[in-house]
């Protein structure tokens, strides 16, 4: 992988009885340098975080230079599930998700198939992203690189907090 831009990607804050779109921000750095900001939206709770997230960054002028795309936890507002593998196969690159601690998968899986449209599609991207990994007091699921690479982007992009700045930045 190149040491090219990446990009990091986070939704906003909302009220907890918020209903409707939720914007998401992607922060474009090159190295340490903040080189662009892309924002786009998704619903809250629905389907459509992996097609806004590749009209956002495949659409950016940004696109040809990028070598990563990380985002902050597997779903956006809420429970709308990003295809990690879809994204990577339509960008053409690697996606790193990243969270600060490993997730509830069992209130995760409950509260989808109980509460949330289309829940069991949501659960099955889920699985299918495989089970988060501990790399750099982080945990991470991944498409598109390995371990190692994965580890790379995080040090290369870690600089004053845990989280790499793309998504420090997002957030």
């Known amino acids: 992988m190149s040491a090219g831009h990446v990009v990091g990607i986070d939704d906003a804050r909302f009220p907890r009885d918020h209903r409707g779109d939720v914007m998401i921000v992607g922060t474009v750095f090159s190295g340490s340098r903040l080189d662009g900001v892309l924002s786009s939206a998704v ?4 389907a ?4 806004r997230i590749e009209a956002m960054v495949g659409g950016s002028r940004f696109a040809a230079q990028l070598a990563a795309v990380i985002l902050q936890g597997i779903a956006l507002a809420g429970f709308n599930v990003v ?3 879809r994204l990577h196969e339509s960008l053409g690159l690697p996606v790193l998700v990243v969270a600060r601690r490993p997730p ?5 899986r409950r509260a989808l198939l109980v509460n949330v449209p289309g829940g069991r ?3 099955r991207l889920i699985e299918r992203a495989g089970p988060m990994k501990p790399v750099e007091d982080l945990w991470i699921q991944r498409a598109g690189l390995d371990i190692d690479h994965a580890r790379a982007v995080i040090r290369r992009h870690a600089r004053e907090s845990l ?3 793309p998504l420090r930045m997002a957030h």
């Open 121 to 123: 599609r949501k659960w």
């Open 48 to 51: 459509d975080s992996t097609d």
């Open 104 to 108: 509830d998968l069992d209130a995760i």
């Open 43 to 46: 619903r809250r709770d629905g």
């Open 83 to 85: 295809d990690i593998h």
């Open 163 to 165: 989280l790499p700045e």
